[in-house]
């Protein structure tokens, strides 16, 4: 069977796929990429896109209501139909032209159908004609098929035709009554969006609500959902689903409590598209999240990369972190050294070197956009006690920093950042109020760049914005130690 060659061969033209295969032409190879379904993949069409579009509109009409000039402005409620339109925008009607135009103008070439590895460096594509591909990489393959929802075996789920993410984010009918199982990111992202079209929402959050979130954080958001009408059931685990006569669906609780709604949507996380990639012929077990070394290169559970070293996963599919921002920076590292293995050059793979995803592991920021909205980045109080860092948490009261109140009548907030008493640095931050996600980078610059908690003192936030909440921070972690000084020392120090 003859082959078409190119350099690297790319599965699954999600934001990830699309960038290694970038960075890798950018490099001088050539590159080609395999897409099943729509070329820019789930987060263009039914993920980070469309559903921050769903949420846009309420987040800015609340931010007017909170100030009485622009609240006295409004003569009406959120238009719902409006809002669905600008979504279909945002999601380009689910067409790529766009993205395949994107695609031919950087030089990357695209074949249609699902891929499977055939063993190294080699994938066969199936067509949506049923034909075959054979692609032969000269240096590489890297994996980027991203995840499915994961249905839980819940009695009666499946049968009950359940909403999952997609059909949540692409919605042309918005239902009466919506319950959601799970309490992570999608359930609190999609209650805050369908409560504020109207929809009465039930979230049945099993294991808490945002339970991987900042605690301070994940009970703002609780608070604003219930006050917002929606009905949290907080530890509650559905056992029986079943869709009725009338078309409802009912769920029956453990406690013997019963939720009936019109729709359920599923959101208890991800599985890896792993299960139909061909990963036997590489000696891995299909279904299974991809383990990759610091240059993204695919590895057995001895550390050992497979297939020649010539297999990398990047993105969703690889675990690390399932964020679109964190898998295009996996990306960039993936496409360079590739290119710089293809001509046996230097590979820079310590920490924070330029072929190594160092910050996937100390500096993932990431932004909930609920409302209000959780923006963090790097450690929590529990994953940095769990990693056995020596941290001391420092809180402030967001809405007593002067920008906030000018921001929003009756800003309610909170911010916190964890000091590593050890190195000096901060290795963890988490924010929660209306428009903080924009306050997130200034801290990944701190965390990922470990900058002296001294020198940030002469990082000088602009007065009046939301920003100095850093002096606050910093001023709260030095007086908590003049506070102990003063103890011991007898001294009198102003806390200003
Ligand atoms: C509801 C929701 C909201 C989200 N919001 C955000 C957000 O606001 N910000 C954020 O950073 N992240 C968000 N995420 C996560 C984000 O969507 C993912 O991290 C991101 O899409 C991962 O990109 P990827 O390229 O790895 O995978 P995907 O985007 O999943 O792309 C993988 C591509 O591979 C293709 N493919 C799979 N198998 C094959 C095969 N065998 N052959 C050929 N092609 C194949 C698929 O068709 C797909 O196009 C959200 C996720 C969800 C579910
Ligand atoms: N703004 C963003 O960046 C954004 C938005 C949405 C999604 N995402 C990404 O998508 C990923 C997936 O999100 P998700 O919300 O599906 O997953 P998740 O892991 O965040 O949350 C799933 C929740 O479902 C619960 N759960 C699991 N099994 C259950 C069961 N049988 N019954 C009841 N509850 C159950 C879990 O306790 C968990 O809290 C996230 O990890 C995130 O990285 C990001």
Same mark, same amino acid.
């Given at each position: 069977m003859s082959?078409?060659?190119?350099?690297?061969?790319?599965?699954?033209a999600?934001?990830?796929?699309?960038n290694?295969?970038?960075?890798a032409?950018?490099?001088?190879?050539?590159?080609?990429i395999?897409e099943?379904?729509l070329?820019g993949g789930?987060?263009s069409?039914w993920?980070c896109?469309p559903t921050?579009?769903?949420l846009r509109?309420?987040a800015?009409?609340?931010?007017a209501?909170?100030?009485?000039?622009?609240?006295?402005a409004?003569?009406?409620?959120l238009?719902?139909?409006?809002v669905l339109?600008?979504?279909?925008?945002?999601?380009?009607h689910?067409?790529d032209?766009?993205?395949?135009? *994107?695609?031919?103008g950087?030089?990357?070439?695209?074949v249609?159908g699902?891929?499977r590895?055939l063993g190294?460096r080699?994938?066969?594509?199936t067509g949506?004609d049923?034909?075959t591909?054979v692609?032969?990489?000269?240096?590489?393959?890297v994996?980027a098929?991203?995840?499915?929802?994961?249905v839980p075996?819940i009695?009666g789920?499946?049968d009950?035709?359940p *909403?999952?993410s997609r059909?949540a984010v692409?919605?042309?009918r918005?239902?009466?009554?919506l319950?959601i199982?799970?309490g992570?990111?999608v359930?609190?992202?999609?209650?805050t969006a369908?409560s504020?079209?109207?929809t009465?929402v039930?979230?049945?959050a099993?294991?808490?609500?945002?339970?991987?979130?900042e605690?301070?954080?994940?009970e703002?958001?609780?608070?604003?959902?219930a006050?917002?009408g929606?009905?949290l059931?907080?530890?509650?685990e559905?056992?029986e689903?079943?869709r009725e006569e009338?078309?409802?669906?009912r769920?029956?609780?453990?406690?013997?409590?019963?939720?009936?709604?019109?729709?359920?949507?599923?959101a208890?996380?991800?599985?890896a598209n792993?299960?139909?990639?061909?990963?036997?012929?590489v000696?891995?077990?299909?279904?299974a999240?991809l383990t990759?070394?610091?240059t993204l290169?695919v590895v057995d559970?001895t550390g050992t990369?497979v297939?020649g070293?010539?297999l990398y996963a990047t993105g969703?599919v690889?675990?690390?972190?399932l964020?679109t921002?964190q898998?295009?920076?996996q990306?960039?590292?993936a496409?360079d050294v590739?290119?710089?293995?293809a001509?046996?050059g230097?590979v820079d793979?310590?920490p924070?070197?330029?072929?190594?995803?160092?910050a996937?592991?100390?500096?993932v920021p990431?932004?909930i956009f609920?409302?209000?909205e959780i923006?963090s980045?790097g450690h929590t109080?529990?994953?940095a006690?769990a990693?056995g860092l020596?941290?001391?948490?420092?809180?402030y009261?967001?809405?007593?920093v002067?920008?906030?109140?000018?921001?929003?009548?009756?800003?309610t907030?909170r911010?916190?950042?964890?000091?590593?008493?050890d190195?000096?640095?901060?290795?963890?931050?988490t924010?929660?109020g209306?428009?903080?996600a924009?306050?997130v980078?200034?801290?990944t610059?701190?965390?990922?760049?470990?900058?002296?908690l001294?020198?940030?003192w002469?990082?000088v936030?602009?007065y009046?914005?939301?920003?100095?909440?850093?002096?606050?921070l910093?001023e709260?972690a030095?007086?908590?130690?003049?506070v102990r000084t003063?103890?011991?020392?007898?001294?009198?120090t102003?806390?200003?």
């Amino acid at each position: 069977m003859s082959a078409d060659v190119y350099d690297v061969i790319v599965i699954g033209a999600g934001p990830v796929g699309e960038n290694v295969a970038d960075r890798a032409v950018q490099g001088g190879l050539t590159a080609v990429i395999v897409e099943a379904e729509l070329v820019g993949g789930e987060c263009s069409y039914w993920a980070c896109m469309p559903t921050k579009a769903l949420l846009r509109d309420a987040a800015a009409l609340r931010a007017a209501r909170s100030l009485p000039g622009a609240a006295a402005a409004i003569t009406g409620e959120l238009d719902t139909a409006a809002v669905l339109e600008r979504r279909d925008r945002f999601a380009a009607h689910w067409h790529d032209d766009g993205q395949v135009s *994107w695609l031919e103008g950087a030089g990357i070439a695209l074949v249609r159908g699902h891929g499977r590895l055939l063993g190294e460096r080699t994938v066969a594509v199936t067509g949506p004609d049923g034909g075959t591909t054979v692609l032969q990489a000269r240096h590489a393959v890297v994996v980027a098929t991203g995840t499915s929802p994961a249905v839980p075996p819940i009695p009666g789920l499946a049968d009950a035709k359940p *909403w999952t993410s997609r059909a949540a984010v692409s919605a042309e009918r918005i239902p009466e009554r919506l319950a959601i199982i799970g309490g992570g990111v999608v359930g609190a992202e999609l209650a805050t969006a369908y409560s504020a079209f109207g929809t009465a929402v039930t979230l049945i959050a099993r294991d808490g609500l945002l339970p991987r979130v900042e605690p301070f954080a994940a009970e703002q958001v609780a608070s604003a959902l219930a006050a917002d009408g929606v009905r949290l059931l907080v530890g509650a685990e559905p056992v029986e689903v079943s869709r009725e006569e009338d078309g409802s669906v009912r769920i029956a609780l453990a406690d013997g409590g019963i939720v009936r709604a019109d729709e359920v949507l599923v959101a208890t996380g991800r599985r890896a598209n792993t299960g139909d990639i061909g990963l036997e012929a590489v000696g891995l077990a299909p279904g299974a999240w991809l383990t990759v070394d610091e240059t993204l290169r695919v590895v057995d559970e001895t550390g050992t990369p497979v297939a020649g070293g010539g297999l990398y996963a990047t993105g969703d599919v690889n675990g690390r972190a399932l964020l679109t921002h964190q898998g295009k920076y996996q990306a960039r590292a993936a496409g360079d050294v590739i290119a710089a293995r293809a001509v046996g050059g230097d590979v820079d793979d310590a920490p924070w070197g330029r072929h190594a995803a160092t910050a996937d592991h100390l500096a993932v920021p990431r932004v909930i956009f609920t409302h209000p909205e959780i923006a963090s980045v790097g450690h929590t109080l529990a994953s940095a006690t769990a990693a056995g860092l020596r941290v001391r948490p420092v809180e402030y009261d967001l809405g007593a920093v002067a920008g906030a109140s000018l921001h929003a009548d009756g800003y309610t907030g909170r911010v916190g950042m964890l000091i590593d008493e050890d190195a000096g640095t901060i290795v963890g931050f988490t924010a929660v109020g209306p428009d903080t996600a924009e306050l997130v980078h200034a801290a990944t610059v701190a965390v990922a760049g470990q900058v002296p908690l001294e020198r940030l003192w002469h990082a000088v936030p602009a007065y009046p914005t939301m920003s100095e909440l850093w002096l606050r921070l910093l001023e709260t972690a030095g007086s908590e130690t003049r506070v102990r000084t003063r103890s011991t020392h007898q001294l009198v120090t102003s806390d200003r």
